[in-house]
């Protein structure tokens, strides 16, 4: 392979803010012809928005793309492809309802007389089917496909528009060991090919095995550089939190206290087969950890009743519930903090005073009539206790950071003096500042005695807070580790136990 | 209310007065007190059912059925009132007659009867009976109880003819027949609750299927033929009807005393409009649904509701229930404007009155900064929105244009208004962004803006 003097792709300081938040500041990167670049950074340090940016979904407000050394201005996407720029988006984008063939020349088919030719498109899909080793007919309908094998044909299709660039947004995340495997096949023979691969990724292991070099953002900025050699877990850790992630956890044991929360032989929707029984106590913080798709969202869909649960029974400081819908869940003491965020946990045209009441302002109307004065000041003392950031407690909880956005959901259930809180994934594209206030919060609530349940799929968060720790695993319940004997690899091993069990 | 709320109601409002103006220098008769107060009866008995539909269009849904449920409720309404007469089983004979005062003078004293009540002649030459209403004001009037005076032309009335008293009875009282037509209102809104609410169906496709079915029951029930209460209920019709207010309204008279009506010459400052019963139980409604929206639990659910259902729902809000509520509300609106327009007019034609409504009231409030997405909806936008509407199409009356220009008019200024909007929303966005922009020439990053 013979250097180019130019590189491929590069970026120089781009920018772009979007309403509250300013996701790149003055961001550079550059790839070079057959390199495979990682890009890392923590939820919400700009990785996928540099990414749009490159693929031409976002038009940076400052700051410029240089392709083959000649600056260039993306007006889209049709013209990133153009330029052979291909991004692979971590959901995958192609139509169920069409096969191999057509998906892959989505937009572009090859014409004959005004009509579709069938014949060449099958022919040609066929090749870059052979070049990702994907044997199957290419007349395959697509919803047939494994997640992994839909991901060969995104790769298949960005091929076959002779991409010279390959971005992928976590392209691993949902795929099998096996899978896995023939993606990095994949990916080594691309790149010796000539074309230059980019990929975001949260799995360090596939950083290292893949990366000729790695670029790590952290709020937005670029944080740091780390070539082949250097790329280690502590090294990558270090760049993207910007300091020792060991004092982002400052475990202390506290006073724990009786059965709050216990529930035996819950059913979910979801694995109606498999039983869930667990206990939380007053002031026990206690994780779920488990690979996605374990069933823990759906365990606190099923206790807060959005998907009721089928069976099994819910004691809530000893007295049995049922609990059919989220306003019986409410009264009987229980609080979400749901997975979604933004289409779950705050409306985001509304304000945070707005927000904040919504779950208790029936408790506080005199006859159905809203006591403005009791709104004003609970959104008040709520913002001052949480410290939101925001100038006032009309702003619409659209303009607010996505840690601040969280504060606002903690609001809205804190003013309601639950006995239990259930979180899913608190501190998903939270800022690292964020990250630790709403540990410190979810503490001083264990102080004064809240029940805490919380899913997270960071590891190090579940061992760096949580008193105990639950595993699932394919909606049932693998284990349970207390603070002793608790490590990453221990959770893991349950987290996977069935997988592990079986090849053992 | 938000910026953007304020900046839609000034933006109609100057529209509606631009609309205003311009029909006025074209044709005074605009602003003739009698046409002012027409347009505010045909503003308020559209709002009505503008008010409805915004709390469906909040919630994010559509209802498509108003116009049928507009002539199902006032047929209904026309059915409840319907009064039957019964023979007395007195008689008495004709005496005489004098046509031009429409007198009759019987032979004996007529027993006691009331206002309507109607008199069955049989005539001597033929075989039909004439039936003569009772027009109890102006027999009293004359103060002799052998004369009765009667509504309708007593020249076939023959001298000697043998006349049969009937009285009147009624199906029920008549407020007995107003509730009982708005309650069929809330069992519609009911039914398009618990399908849209509850069992997840389509508004628009629900609603579509009440807009034929209702039409269809409005014309089955009455036999397919224009139902009304004639002379009768007239306390009734005075809530359609009545004029109980007037208001002062400077120059209007001078004004529309000009060019054609130039003969009637001007009267003084003030003009004096009469303000239609309709109009008031409009700013009732609308005043009750202004607090109802913006300070109760209910209406700050239903805005939550119509912004993010799913975050609704995980506070605890029980989202079914509000649909329902919004379709009830909706529907029994509907009842209530069918019922008013049926009383206006004293019938109701099923196969033809209230075609198009729905689109009317939906349109008015989409002008006035409904939006079809849901959540974002004011009180005071739909009832200008309504004003709107019926100016335009009193104008086109008053100018002598084609009916078709109403239509072309109506929904080429509903798409302009919906177009100036989001352009509004595009430069509003545009400007923040450039703000952003120059934001980010050095400071670190901001936790929120504004």
Redesign the interface.
């Given at each position: 392979m013979t250097p180019v003097k130019a590189p491929l792709l590069q970026a120089q300081g781009i920018s772009k803010a979007y309403p509250g938040v300013i996701a790149l500041d003055k961001v550079s990167m550059h790839l070079s012809k057959g390199e495979i670049l990682a890009i890392i950074g923590e939820n919400g340090a700009g990785k996928s928005t540099l990414m749009k940016s490159l693929a031409g979904l976002v038009t940076p407000d400052a700051g410029g793309l240089l392709i083959d050394g000649v600056p260039t201005e993306l007006t889209g996407v049709q013209h990133a492809m153009s330029l052979g720029i291909s991004l692979i988006h971590q959901e995958l984008n192609l139509a169920d309802n069409l096969d191999i063939a057509q998906n892959i020349y989505l937009g572009r088919e090859p014409k004959r007389l005004g009509l579709i030719n069938r014949k060449a498109m099958l022919r040609g899909a066929k090749a870059v089917l052979d070049e990702v080793g994907l044997d199957l007919p290419p007349t395959t309908p697509v919803a047939e496909l494994s997640t992994g094998r839909q991901q060969m044909v995104e790769i298949a299709k960005a091929i076959s528009t002779n991409a010279r660039v390959i971005i992928m947004d976590e392209p691993t995340a949902s795929l099998s060991d096996k899978e896995t495997q023939r993606l990095y096949d994949v990916v080594d023979r691309l790149s010796a090919k000539g074309v230059g691969i980019i990929f975001i990724s949260h799995r360090l292991e596939e950083v290292k095995r893949l990366a000729h070099r790695v670029t790590v953002l952290r709020d937005g900025q670029n944080a740091g550089e780390l070539s082949r050699d250097e790329v280690d877990h502590d090294a990558m850790v270090k760049l993207m939190v910007g300091r020792d992630a060991s004092n982002l956890y400052q475990y202390k044991p506290r006073p724990i206290g009786d059965a709050v929360l216990k529930v035996d032989g819950l059913a979910t929707q979801a694995f109606p087969e498999h039983r869930l029984s667990l206990e939380v106590k007053a002031g026990e913080i206690v994780g779920v950890a488990g690979l996605v798709g374990a069933g823990r969202t759906e365990m606190l869909r099923a206790l807060f009743g959005i998907d009721p649960p089928l069976a099994g029974t819910i004691h809530i400081a000893g007295n049995a519930i049922a609990i059919r819908n989220p306003k019986q869940a409410i009264a009987a003491g229980l609080a979400l903090v749901p997975e979604d965020r933004k289409a779950q946990g705050v409306v985001l045209s509304m304000s945070i005073r707005e927000n904040t009441s919504m779950a208790r302002l029936g408790q506080d109307a005199t006859a159905g009539i809203i006591n403005a004065r009791k709104e004003r000041e609970l959104g008040v003392s709520m913002k001052d206790k949480l410290a939101t950031k925001a100038p006032t407690i009309e702003q619409l909880a659209g303009n607010l950071s996505g840690g601040n956005q969280q504060k606002v959901v903690l609001a809205k259930w804190l003013a309601n003096e639950p006995k239990v809180l259930l979180l899913d994934e608190p501190t998903r594209g939270v800022d690292i500042g964020a990250k630790a206030e709403i540990y410190r919060i979810m503490e001083e609530l264990a102080h004064e005695g809240v029940a805490i349940l919380f899913v997270s799929s960071d590891l190090e968060e579940v061992l760096g807070v949580a008193d105990r720790v639950l595993v699932m695993h394919e909606g049932k319940m693998t284990g349970e580790l207390g603070r002793a004997g608790l490590s990453a690899e221990s959770v893991m091993a349950m987290a996977t136990n069935t997988h592990q069990t079986q090849t053992a | 209310m938000t910026l953007q709320g304020l900046t839609r109601i000034l933006g109609i409002s100057i529209l509606l007065l631009a609309i205003c103006v311009i029909t006025t220098s074209l044709n005074p008769v605009f602003v003739d007190p009698q046409n002012l107060s027409n347009l505010l009866r045909w503003t308020a008995l559209f709002g009505i059912l503008g008010l409805g539909v915004a709390f469906v269009i909040i919630t994010g849904g559509i209802d498509l059925s108003i116009g049928s449920v507009v002539a199902l409720s006032g047929v209904c309404l026309m059915l409840f009132l319907q009064v039957n007469y019964y023979d007395s089983g007195h008689t008495l004979s004709v005496n005489s007659i004098d046509p031009d005062t429409k007198t009759i003078t019987f032979d004996a004293p007529v027993p006691s009867y009331s206002d309507l009540d109607r008199l069955v002649i049989s005539s001597k030459k033929t075989a039909d009976d004439i039936t003569l209403v009772i027009d109890q004001s102006k027999t009293q009037a004359t103060n002799n109880d052998k004369i009765l005076v009667l509504r309708s032309n007593v020249r076939r009335v023959e001298l000697g003819s043998v006349a049969t008293l009937e009285h009147q009875s009624r199906l029920m009282h008549p407020l007995l027949a107003v509730l009982l037509t708005l309650l069929i209102g809330a069992g519609i809104g009911l039914l398009h609750g618990v399908l849209i609410g509850y069992m997840k169906l389509q508004s628009f496709v629900v609603t579509l299927c009440g807009l034929m079915a209702y039409r269809g029951l409005a014309r089955l029930v009455s036999g397919d033929e224009a139902v009304g209460v004639g002379p009768h209920h007239a306390s009734l019709r005075y809530f359609a009807n009545g004029k109980p207010i007037e208001i002062p309204v400077p120059l209007i008279n001078k004004i529309s005393a000009t060019g054609d009506n130039a003969a009637q010459g001007s009267q003084g400052l003030w003009g004096w409009v009469e303000l239609p019963m309709p109009m008031l139980i409009l700013l009732v409604l609308a005043l009750f649904s202004a607090v109802l929206l913006h300070?109760?639990?209910?209406g700050?659910?239903l805005?939550?509701m119509g912004?993010?259902a799913?975050?609704?729902?995980?506070?605890?809000?029980?989202t079914k229930q509000m649909t329902l509520l919004a379709y009830v509300m909706c529907s029994t609106l509907a009842a209530l404007g069918g019922a008013l327009f049926a009383l206006d007019i004293g019938s109701v034609t099923p196969a033809g009155d209230g075609n198009f409504y729905e689109l009317y009231a939906i349109a008015a409030a989409v002008l006035g900064g409904c939006s079809l997405r849901g959540?974002v909806g004011s009180i005071a936008g739909v009832i200008i929105g309504t004003a709107v509407m019926r100016s335009l199409y009193n104008a086109i009356n008053l100018l002598k244009q084609p009916t078709y220009w109403e239509f072309i008019i109506i929904g080429v200024v509903l798409l302009l208004g919906v177009m100036i909007d989001e352009i509004g929303r595009q430069v509003i966005n545009r400007i923040?962004?450039q703000r952003?922009?120059k934001?980010?020439?050095g400071s670190p990053?901001?936790?929120?803006?504004?």
């Open positions: - | 300070k109760t639990v209910a700050r659910y805005l939550a912004r993010n799913e975050a609704a729902r995980f506070s605890g809000i029980n959540g923040k962004t952003r922009k934001m980010l020439s990053i901001e936790q929120f803006s504004g």
